[in-house]
């Protein structure tokens, strides 16, 4: 790299780090008031709150904030340096204005890199221990409310409930069906179920099965029978923040499950998953615009480039939130929904790159 690149990179990355700290500390202050009242509740010390929650709350906003915080640090380095004449002193070097992108996509590739391997994997590590605090500590006790919950547990496997306490995990009114083609080839029938942790597994105390085969049917009571089933407890706890805290493959395998049970919210993981494939190409892509933006010289000075900034960064939030809740109503798919924000701020950045003076 040349001096240039040096130059440009490491005031690109120090403003960047400046900004996130900045809004960071904002941030955490602003979570602090919110919540202030909740930690009181709970009599949690200090030490009690950083180490368990805020050591794993900050670095899900720095990555959360990382398109707006790069686009923000760019547009405040492109806008300082076109206001000092540096932009034009090296354009007129000889340097095309292409040459000149080259150590901001640099520093937003490395950034983005770091964001991307964030998000599948250490992120959700820190979320699973965030979530669980705000259960315990900041929201209300959760109960499945659930009535009549069917589950296709496996291609061929059909579960009901008529209810579930998902404090003591006993569900009640159980029933287990196999179909084979369009017949049932099996159904087992019991007022109670329950998940015995011990031995992971589910039991069930007395039961009646019925098996049809070559049209004649067998029936059967007893009592104390272990079952394995593609259920656990956990499809019965809060999903608050849940496609949060599922890693990569995690997250692929839950969707897996999800769509053979035939679940109506597997849009949301799916516009998820995406969307964590989109952070590197959207923070590489407001790079650019934020350089395209701030890089010619104006009377009004950095000041007002800087504000535009800031309000196209909300403009992208509220872009990309409006996409994901479309998503998770079904009025687009989720695929769409994740990069559908990218795909109008890429086509507002290719408009500008024509009418950058080069």
Known sequence: MKKLDVYIIRTFLTTYAFVVALLIAVLVVVDITEKLDDFIKSGLDGYTIMTEYYFNFIPYLINLLSPITIFIATIFVTANMAARVEIIAILCSGISFLRFLRPFVMGAAVIGLISFYMGEWLIPVANKARVDFENKYIKENYYFGGRNVHLKTAHDTYVFLESYNNHTKVGYQFTLEKIEGNDMSYKLKAPRIEWKEDKQKWFVESYVERTFKDGKETFTKGVNKELTLNMRPDDFESTYLLYETFTMGELSD??????????????????????????????????????????RKSREGPGLKIALGFALAFVYIIFVITSRSMANVGSIGPIIAAWLPNIIFGSVGFWLYLKVPK
């Open 254 to 295: 839950y969707i897996d499950k999800q769509t053979l049970r035939g679940a109506e919210d597997v849009g949301i993981y799916i516009a998820e998953k995406h969307q964590r494939y989109t952070y590197p190409f959207a923070v590489i892509m407001l790079t650019l615009i934020g350089v395209f933006i701030s890089a």
